[in-house]
């Protein structure tokens, strides 16, 4: 086999792989929007203060140190002892819950019935805030974040590949577990969605707000399980994402990644998401290869775009997305 | 008690930078940024900047006895509110700019010096500014981007036996202007030298970069240079340790060398080396009346968590440079109250010593060098650093190495030199 084939391969077997990571992002932003018809501008953010949230539990960190600090002239960063990652997972899940409180409390029960365009800004102001909000709580450094799952070259990957073909293919041990635990979160949403009484009512929302009120489910309830299971899945987003290249601000332009898989998969469907993303990920990395001798490479960014731009010409509502009809 | 200190000197502060100046001083500003995706890189900096400036005041009541006043206007590492915070602050009488940015730099050099306001660019910036006699109001002493390319590759030669031929060098690079200023002279020594340059771009803010380490395991360089910023270096780095690159190949420019870019990948980035263009950690006397004057009055810039950092230093390092080109400024014009025309004079004529260097309680840390009209680059030497994850700490494997400066003189003043006729500038040295 040539080796420019075999190259190509494997370039098109990471970006699989990348493609599931940028997936991750892209589901939190489905889950809110199909719930409530809201583009939560926040979701990125949310992945960062997930992250932070989880590393500052792990090590022992003391929120709102650098306030404390400063208004009480003291010293105190952290509590001395530093949790398992067993129970800061829990812990961070709790914080997100208790965040997706705060923004129906706050935010979202005061914009009832107002247009889409009002509750998105809201999203945006959101966002500015739980940035700010995480720099205070947690500090502005860059943090390692170690859950434990290894990283690093797959040997079984290598070996088997080059059994097959001659030449062992790099895959990152962390992007293969990613792949695992998108598939769970996927199967155990879609679990939730078709077989409890709690999904059905969040399907029932989704379907028709009006029609959901009219036979007594609670709009608020639905409001707070959808940013909390957008929030939970904006903390393995962060895992994933922390766990690459340190939990730091960076880790909320991971949104970036996600806008062109939304475009291509549609804003309301969660396999969208997943098959939006594969194909961004293979689609920018074999462009990338192919293209590199020619430009010079970093088109990763720019090809995501170009890419969910063609699709908006041909097919605006996505490949799984519905198709918005407005009679005027 | 420390809490009435602090609070005391942020009223200070603020009543200082908010109030017009009615008594004599010396104003610093600084363009910080301490938020978006490079605060991580840019915090540090500012803590030392202003911890050193703040030393001055606190043992010495300023330089010459005139007190400094500092301001600070938040970029975000974005050229637009760098251009902003430039306006804002250019009636204020500043002393020199310190734009933190080759992108804001690049905006203020034509406004600075049509202001009259000096601009230090320390180890960024245009690199061809070291032309004094084309960039008056521009100085990048002690070292830029060219020297620190040819630094790297003068010490491959001493790894090498003095050959890089048949050498294949990967240039990994931050897909901007930064990032592709190493291009022209690692390009200009490939030719020289013999050896192949594969340049890799990486578009920011390169958390993503598997595809260009997929290329790079493909292409089995001998070395990889890193010219990173932000999450591009810590990803880079542990990209390299997950195709098990051997990091003693793997150096980055000072910017890529901080232990923010390290941390993240543990273990993975023992051996990691970049450029050092100063110490770095507390062993320097200096620290001592940081902790006096500074850290237990509680006058400590930000949460005072970052002293001794590398970025710290470099913080520091460039504020001591300001200081001592403030007094060389004092000296020559026989004045305490010094304007930004005399400040420039004062970097125009910058002489640093080793001999002065422990005088300042910082032996060791920087290079000997002497500004001119013609060269405000310094010497352009640098150091290497290599990291010690067992221990967390930089640790310097060479001394100073001289870059090839004759041949940056010479592509400097080729670019100064079209730069001079695009906009209408005559060569020469101010009087």
């Not at chain 2, 232990?259 to 273990?267: K, L, R, T």
């Amino acid at each position: 086999m040539p080796d420019t084939l075999l190259f190509a391969m494997e370039a098109a077997l990471n970006g699989l792989t990348a493609g599931i990571m940028y997936a991750l992002v892209a589901l939190g932003f489905v889950l809110i929007f199909k719930a409530s018809g809201i583009f939560n501008f926040s979701q990125g953010v949310m992945a960062l203060f997930a992250a932070l949230t989880l590393v500052g539990f792990q090590q022992g960190q003391v929120p709102f140190a650098h306030l404390i600090n400063a208004i009480f002239g003291t010293r105190v960063h952290h509590f001395g002892w530093n949790l398992p990652t067993l129970l800061a997972i829990p812990a961070t899940v709790g914080v997100m819950v208790v965040f997706a409180w705060a923004v129906e409390r706050f935010v979202l029960r005061h914009l009832v019935n107002q247009k889409p365009i009002i509750l998105f800004m809201a999203t945006i102001g959101l966002a500015y805030f739980l940035e700010g909000l995480g720099d205070l709580m947690w500090g502005a450094e860059v943090k390692r974040l170690d859950v434990g799952i290894p990283q690093g070259m797959s040997g079984a990957v290598d070996d088997l590949t080059f059994g097959l073909f001659g030449y062992g293919f790099y895959m990152d041990t962390l992007d293969l577990y990613a792949m695992v635990i998108a598939a769970l979160l996927v199967a155990v949403l879609v679990l939730f969605s078709q077989y409890t009484k709690e999904g059905r009512a969040l399907r029932a929302v989704a379907d028709d707000h009006q029609a959901a009120l009219s036979v007594g489910i609670s709009l608020r309830f639905i409001w707070v399980l959808t940013w909390s299971i957008a929030g939970i899945v904006a903390l393995v987003a962060g895992i994933m994402w922390g766990a690459k290249s340190g939990v730091q601000f960076s880790l909320s332009l991971i949104a970036l990644k996600a806008l062109p898989v939304l475009i291509l998969g549609g804003f309301t469907s969660i396999p969208g998401a997943i098959v939006g993303g594969l194909i961004i990920g293979v689609g920018e990395k074999l462009f990338d290869f192919f293209m590199q001798p020619i430009v010079g490479g970093a088109t990763e960014n720019w090809f995501a775009y170009m890419l969910a731009l063609v699709f908006l010409l041909f097919r605006p509502q996505g490949l799984f997305g519905e198709k918005i009809i407005e009679r005027v | 008690m420390k809490k009435m200190t602090k609070l005391a000197a942020g009223i200070a502060v603020t009543m200082a930078i908010a109030a017009p100046t009615v008594a004599q001083d010396l104003h610093f500003p600084m363009l910080n940024y301490r938020t978006g995706p490079f605060a991580p890189n840019g915090i540090p900096f500012a803590d030392g900047y202003q911890d050193y400036l703040t030393l001055i005041n606190e043992r010495d009541g300023g330089i010459g006895g005139v007190p400094i006043r500092m301001s600070e206007c938040e970029t975000a590492y974005n050229t637009e509110r760098g251009v902003e915070c430039y306006q804002s602050i250019r009636g204020d009488d500043p002393l020199v700019l310190q734009p933190l940015s080759t992108g804001i730099t690049y905006q203020l050099i034509p406004r600075a010096t049509e202001d009259g306001i000096p601009i230090h660019s320390m180890g960024y910036g245009r690199t061809s500014a070291i032309n004094g006699e084309v960039f008056n109001w521009v100085f990048n002493y002690p070292a830029n981007y060219w020297d620190g390319a040819s630094v790297i590759i003068n010490f491959l030669l001493d790894e090498n036996d003095g050959s890089l031929e048949d050498k294949k060098i990967v240039l990994l690079y931050h897909n901007s202007a930064y990032g592709r200023e190493p291009i022209p002279t690692l390009t200009r020594l490939s030719e020289d030298l013999g050896y192949e340059l594969i340049e890799i771009g990486v578009d920011s803010p390169g958390q993503e970069q598997r595809n260009q380490w997929l290329q790079i395991r493909r292409e089995r360089p001998d070395y990889v240079i890193m010219w990173g910023w932000g999450v591009m270096n810590p990803t880079a780095i542990q990209e390299a340790a997950n195709i098990r690159f051997p990091m003693e190949n793997f150096i980055g420019v000072w910017w890529s060398g901080s232990e923010q870019d390290v941390g993240p990948a543990g273990e993975g980035a023992h051996g990691y080396r970049s450029l050092a263009m100063h110490g770095t950690g507390r062993d320097y006397p200096i620290y001592d009346d940081i902790e006096e004057y500074v850290v237990e009055p509680g006058l400590e810039a930000g949460a005072g968590d970052q002293i001794g950092t590398v970025l710290y230093s470099r913080g520091l390092y460039a504020a001591m440079l300001a200081v001592e080109a403030a007094r060389t400024a004092q000296e020559i014009h026989g004045v305490d109250e010094i304007n930004a025309e005399q400040m420039r004079d004062g970097m125009a004529n910058l002489v640093i010593t080793e001999e002065r260097m422990a005088e300042l309680g910082l032996p060791e840390f920087g290079p000997a060098f002497e500004v001119s009209c013609e060269n405000h680059g310094g010497s352009g030497e640098a150091m290497i650093q290599e990291w010690d994850a067992n221990s967390g700490t930089w640790n310097l494997i060479t001394d100073w190495i001289e870059p090839d400066r004759d041949m940056i003189m010479e592509m400097a003043t080729e670019d100064s030199m079209s730069y001079a006729e695009e906009n209408d500038i005559t060569p020469g040295c101010m009087e």
